[in-house]
Structure formats: structure tokens, C-alpha cells
């Protein structure tokens, strides 16, 4: 995947995953993985730091005293919660990180991550560092690496990330780093393809990944699935694809595939509530599949064509009903109060997701305007921005139509008493940390139905 260093030379390389968050659950580090893989393939020694797995600030500054680096990477994964009822911000802890790296080492820095393809130049800026990728790493890194190498470094400033047409395989995970996701959830990740051709009105997917889906061989998938269960002890396994239900159905070759191999494990994945029909269920839990996050977004035809999801809500209700027969696990994921929400609709949508009946849904209030989304062109339009305002703290987007303390105090009023409807999401967060302590795997949403039932 890299570059030919000429006459050998290599850089000791140290990739850093600064990610801090454990909401709603702790999630393996998979770029960052992938980075430290193509730079070890490529001859380049490198060690992977998990700021969560391997001990924080304290540890990080331990491993930096004891050992000279050539190149530091930091993959950025989050700005903030993007919840207007818990809007808090991770910037300072990607601070804190650069400025331990800073204090001992000269070493350039590159930063990379999906938070870091969002805003760019703000990151950039804020942590001051030499370089920067945006989207895919693997080539961009290793080619850094080997310039800095052969001692021709490139002029600081943003490196060209460069769509890969397969994902290469992780298979260089660290055991130490995978033990603690282990112990707290039971989950590893798995991409079998990147790229999200959706224009979904609020969503950095395709700035972050492109818009074409890139997939992985199902083979080497499911090769994979089995190195995570058989090798590292997964437990349960999580799908980390923008949407896994692409429309050409390439993951079914995928889900054959897990049939075919026998892999026993159970999985979850996002899913996209369109054109999923009961034989392709049924197909989904023969390889596993347990449970369903489905990115339903809106609860009415009007404010889902204001999101630009190209579906409508009865194609929602068929997939949900579908999986419902199945005895499949499925969590609706809604946001209030965006484009073309008013008072009817708010009421509409709420009678609406009494139909979801059986499933977990998870009520957001306002949506977090990300640059270069239809989101920030109307927000803009509609004066709540304007187009030079940093985003690197959280805004929100609410439609002029109806208060937002109308919409809060009516999902409040809809969801009360009952243990299936989350709102304020943070609230529930505790509630799987809790659980993942007791020995649960999975994202644990699931526990609330099942419960429900009872």
C-alpha cells in the first residue's frame, strides 16, 4: 500500500488515537489501526497509543521519554456529542494531546481522523500542526513517512488522503488495546466497505469517505470476522460501515459469505430503512444478525424530504415490521426540529413513531450543522450562521417554524414513562456503562426491549 523507500530508510512512527469518549460505548480505534498497519507493512516501525486502552496523558508521556519518534500522527475522531441537550466539546483533549507530544519530541505531526476531515484547516490551526489528511490515510501517511525517511520532507500544509478501492484487512491489532474494548462492551468493528453515495442534508460521510462505495472482497471480510473471534476473543461484532445495506446489495455477498464460513457471532450494523425485505432478513439473521441501527432521522414524509433521506416513512414502518417478525432488535434514531418541521409535523411525527412500536428510538432535538452540508447552506440562508463562523464549537440547526422548547417539551411529554423512548439520549449513556461492567456485549439498546417484554 506504500511507497519504495529508496535504500531502505525508515521512520520510527508513533500514531496516537486521541479519542477520550466512552458514550455511548467505548469503539475500537479502527483508522488509526489501519494507518499503523500500512506503515508497518510498508517497513516503518510504529507504535499504535490508544488514549483509552493504554493509560492516558500520564502513559502517553511515558512512551514519548523513553522513546524518539520520527513522525507523530494523531487520528481525530470526534468533535462533540452533536446533542443540543449535552453539547459538550472533546477539542481540549486533542489539545492536551498534541501539546504532551510537543513537549517532547520536535518530531511533525500529522493529523488525521474523521473529526479532522470535517474542519480541516480549523484542526490545523488550533493544534498547529505540520500536516494534515483528509479522508483516507493509508497512502498519504506512508508516503510522509517515507519522504521524512530519505530526508526530504514536504512543505507543511494538507496532504492529498487518496480513495483506496479496497480496504485493507486490520490484522495488526494490539492485543492489549483490543483487551480493554473487550472488557467494556465486548465489541470489535469491522468495515467491508467505504464510501456513501447518500446526500443526506446533515451527514460528513461523504466528505470523509467519498461518495462512492469502495468494498472489500466478502472473503477477506469474513477471514477478518474469524481472526477477531478466533485470535482476539470478540465476543460481538459491529459493522462500521457508513450503511451497510448498500443498494446494489453487495452485502449480502458479505452475509452468504458469514453463512457459508459458519461464523457464530453476533453483530449489529447501521442500516438504512429501505428495501430490506423479509427474505434478505431472514438471510441477515442466519449469519447473525441480532440487532438493527437504523438512521430513520425523521418521523414524517415532510421533514424526511428536508433531510433529503429519498425514502418515506412507510418504508420505514415495512423494514421495522419486517424485522419485528424476525425477532430482530431494531433502535430508530430521530432528530427534531429540522428543516420543515412545524407544529404539525412535530405532532404528526410523534403519533407516527408510535407505529415503531417494539423498538428502541432515540429522540434528538435540533441537528449540528457540519460544513459543507445542505444543513449549513440553509443554515446560512436562514441567518442562524453565517458562512465564516468557526463550527469547530457545537451549533445547531432548528427550524424557524416552532420553538425549540416546544419540540423538547413534546418528546419529553411522548416519551415519558416509557423505557424504549430515550430522550435526552445522555441520560442512557450511564445506564450501558453500568451494564458493560456487569459483563454485557453489545451496544445493550437491545437489553430495553427485552426488558419491555418481560
Excluded at 154 to 170: D, S
Aim: proline share 5%; with cysteine; net charge negative.
Amino acid at each position: 500500500m506504500g511507497s519504495q523507500l529508496t535504500g531502505g530508510a525508515t521512520v520510527d512512527c508513533l500514531i496516537i488515537s486521541a479519542n477520550q469518549v466512552v458514550t455511548p460505548y467505548p469503539v475500537y480505534p479502527l483508522g488509526a489501526a489501519y494507518i499503523t498497519d500500512a506503515l508497518q507493512r510498508a517497513g516503518h516501525p510504529t507504535v499504535h497509543f490508544d488514549m483509552l486502552a493504554d493509560g492516558g496523558l500520564q502513559a502517553l508521556a511515558g512512551l514519548l521519554a523513553q522513546k524518539t519518534f520520527g513522525l507523530v500522527g494523531i487520528s481525530i475522531r470526534n468533535i462533540d456529542t452533536v446533542d443540543s441537550t449535552d453539547p459538550r466539546g472533546y477539542l481540549d483533549d486533542v489539545v492536551a494531546v498534541a501539546r504532551c507530544v510537543r513537549d517532547f519530541t520536535a518530531a511533525p505531526v500529522v493529523l488525521g481522523g474523521p473529526a479532522f476531515s470535517i474542519m480541516p484547516e480549523e484542526f490545523l490551526a488550533l493544534v498547529g500542526a505540520e500536516y494534515g489528511v483528509v479522508g483516507e490515510g493509508e497512502r498519504a501517511v506512508v508516503e510522509l513517512a517515507g519522504a521524512l525517511a530519505c530526508g526530504r520532507p514536504p512543505e507543511p500544509g494538507m496532504l492529498a488522503g487518496q480513495r483506496v478501492k479496497r480496504v485493507a484487512p486490520c490484522v495488526g491489532l494490539a492485543a492489549n488495546t483490543v483487551g480493554y474494548y473487550l472488557e467494556h462492551g465486548g465489541m470489535l468493528n469491522v468495515q467491508t466497505k467505504r464510501g456513501c453515495p447518500y446526500s443526506c442534508g446533515y451527514c460528513s460521510y461523504p466528505t470523509i469517505e467519498g461518495n462512492r462505495m469502495r468494498f472489500r472482497d466478502p472473503r477477506e471480510v469474513v477471514e477478518e470476522i474469524v481472526c477477531l473471534k478466533e485470535r482476539y476473543g470478540a465476543r460481538y461484532l459491529f459493522f462500521a460501515d457508513s450503511v451497510f445495506n448498500d443498494s446494489a446489495e453487495k452485502y449480502l455477498e458479505t452475509v452468504e459469505e458469514m453463512i457459508r464460513r459458519d461464523v457464530s457471532l453476533p453483530w449489529c450494523a447501521f442500516f438504512r430503512p429501505q428495501g430490506i425485505t423479509k427474505s434478505k432478513l431472514r438471510l441477515l439473521k442466519r449469519a447473525g444478525l441480532v440487532a438493527m441501527e437504523l438512521g430513520t432521522d425523521a418521523a414524517t414524509d415532510t421533514t424526511l424530504a428536508g433531510l433529503n433521506k429519498g425514502f418515506g416513512f412507510e418504508e420505514v414502518v415495512q423494514v421495522h415490521q419486517g424485522a419485528m417478525d424476525m425477532d430482530i432488535s431494531c433502535a430508530h434514531f430521530i432528530m427534531f426540529g429540522g428543516p420543515g418541521e412545524d407544529k404539525e409535523t412535530l405532532a404528526r411525527g410523534l403519533a407516527n413513531i408510535d407505529r415503531l412500536d417494539g423498538a428502541a428510538v432515540f429522540g434528538f432535538v435540533g441537528i449540528r450543522i457540519l460544513p459543507k452540508t445542505a444543513i449549513f447552506e440553509r443554515a446560512v440562508s436562514e441567518g442562524i450562521i453565517s458562512c465564516d463562523d468557526s463550527l469547530l464549537e457545537p451549533k445547531f440547526y432548528y427550524s424557524p417554524d416552532v420553538a425549540r422548547e416546544e419540540i423538547e417539551s413534546a418528546v419529553q411529554q411522548a416519551f415519558s414513562g416509557r423505557i424504549d423512548r430515550i430522550f435526552p439520549c445522555h441520560q442512557f449513556y450511564d445506564r450501558i456503562a453500568m451494564l458493560h461492567g456487569m459483563g454485557h456485549a453489545g451496544p445493550l439498546w437491545d437489553l430495553l426491549l427485552k426488558k419491555r417484554r418481560q
